[in-house]
């Protein structure tokens, strides 16, 4: 019987080498896989520092509706506005800011990098003050140094302009554009003065004619007396009476015809800088009391004194505008206490008499040039007055009826001239003239001996003439002293 056929040693040990090899190489890929999977995962971000300060940035200044761009110096991953009502403010990317002005106001912005650092800026929004300006150096050429700047809601002019007549315009420019309030800073380089020449000429004249008479006849017929009394007098100045002896029949009468003639003349001047107003008064001040509402003590009317002026007077504003022409409103007025009254009665029963003013004013305002005149005439008053009594019937008697009567007969008629003369003037230099310069006080004997009420004007006095110069010490000459 045959034997099987064993295999060789060596082919047994090869095959078991490598089985013992396949089982380490899967042992080793299965330690390997997760240092490989650790190697391919993304490393962690690095936490931020918080303890990074925080930095102020430059104010931003924006105008309504219009917006700018913000270049950062690092990327920034957030940011956060404190009034989004004033400023509209996106982050486009980590390193551009887009801003826009939405209302007048003040706001902040915080931007927080990725490095954590914070940075704080301010916001100001105001009006278009750029715009504002180019339109005023675009229809006021001339006038290159106005300067147009924005506070709060409103708009400031500073600057220096030619003359008021070209403030007036730019802070009218400014109000149109649509500020809310304009603050006027301007100033004018050569403010202008104007002095005003004032004639003020009144004639006024007035006829009173009076006439009156007092009658007292007494009569008997047998047993019956009779008596006419009149008394129609008119307290006139003259005063004629007839009576007869033996009787008391008398007659009375008494006339009176008066002419009054009032001439004024004033002739006021008064100085003002374009733009500003000028007053003068040349008259006084009469006082009035006026009653209050409440009782006093004892429960008497309180009463105050009121303060009222009267003479000539003179209110004017001048405004110089270009080409020398003169922009002025004037009012002049005249005034004056009436000879007749006010009566009323005081708490106490007492009856008193108030004076009152009359008073002529004009206003107007006219353009002209320096050294023409203008004249406000035509302030004509006519008044007529006529008072008549008598008595009835025997009053209506033709001729004799004069004696039951009294007239009165009153025409009063003014008029009032004003013309004015503006000029542009400049201050003095120097010494001015004044007119008590040549009046010399008189000495005793000149008084007392001679009557006189100035003294003898004085020689001028003569300046002395100048010292000759000393000779020069090294012209060869001898000058001053010799020390020896």
């Known amino acids: 019987m045959d034997r099987p056929i064993s295999q060789p040693l060596s082919c047994r040990l090869t095959l078991l080498a490598a089985a013992l090899a396949t089982a380490l190489g899967a042992v080793s890929a299965q330690a390997a896989e997760p240092a490989r999977r650790a190697a391919t995962k993304p490393a962690l971000a690095q936490p931020a520092d918080a303890n990074l300060p925080t930095e102020m940035a430059p104010p931003m200044r924006l105008t309504t509706g219009k917006s700018t761009l913000l270049k950062l110096t690092e990327p920034m991953s957030r940011i956060s506005v404190g009034n989004p009502e004033v400023a509209d403010v996106v982050l486009i990317n980590p390193r551009e800011v887009y801003l826009l002005g939405k209302k007048v106001g003040s706001t902040n912005v915080f931007l927080w990098s990725k490095s954590g650092r914070t940075t704080i800026m301010d916001i100001h929004v105001s009006f278009d003050a750029t715009g504002l300006q180019d339109k005023l150096h675009q229809l006021m050429p001339e006038e290159r140094a106005i300067k147009v700047s924005g506070a709060g809601e409103s708009l400031v002019l500073t600057g220096k302009v030619a003359d008021a007549t070209r403030v007036q315009r730019a802070v009218f420019l400014a109000e149109q554009f649509g500020s809310k309030k304009v603050i006027n800073l301007l100033s004018t380089t050569d403010p202008m003065q104007v002095m005003l020449e004032v004639k003020v000429a009144e004639v006024s004249k007035t006829v009173l004619d009076k006439l009156g ?221 004044l007119p008590t310069d040549r009046f010399v006080a008189p000495t005793p004997a000149e008084f007392l001996l001679g009557g006189q009420m100035e003294g003898s004007p004085q020689a001028p006095v003569v300046p002395a003439a100048p010292k000759a110069a000393p000779a020069n010490p090294q012209s060869g000459i001898p000058a001053g002293f010799e020390l020896k």
Do not use: C, H, W
């Open 213 to 433: 008479a007092e009658l007292s006849l007494t009569g008997t017929s047998g047993r019956t007396s009779f008596t006419l009394l009149t008394s129609l007098l008119t307290g006139a100045a003259g005063t004629i009476g007839v009576t007869r002896s033996g009787s008391t029949n008398a007659l009375t009468l008494d006339a009176e015809l008066r002419n009054g003639l009032v001439k004024i003349l004033a002739e006021p001047t008064i100085m003002a800088i374009s733009g500003q107003e000028g007053a003068f008064l040349a008259g006084g001040k009469v006082y009035i009391p006026v009653a209050q509402g409440g009782a006093g003590i004892g429960g008497v009317a309180a009463f105050t004194l009121e303060e009222k002026e009267f003479g000539v007077g003179l209110k004017f504003t001048p405004t110089v505008l270009e080409g020398g022409r003169i922009n002025l409103r004037v009012t002049p007025e005249v005034s004056e206490l009436s000879q007749i009254g006010a009566s009323f009665t005081t708490g106490t029963g007492a009856t008193s008499v108030l004076p009152t003013i009359t008073t002529r004013r004009a206003s107007t305002t006219v353009q002209l040039f320096d050294g023409q005149s203008f004249a406000i005439g035509g302030l004509i008053k006519s008044n007529v007055t006529e008072a008549l009594k008598k008595f009835p019937g025997l009053g209506e008697v033709p001729v004799i009826g004069a004696l039951f009567r009294s007239t009165e007969f009153q025409n009063e008629r003014s008029e009032l001239l004003f013309i004015i003369t503006p000029r542009l003037v400049k201050p003095v230099e120097g010494y001015v003239a």
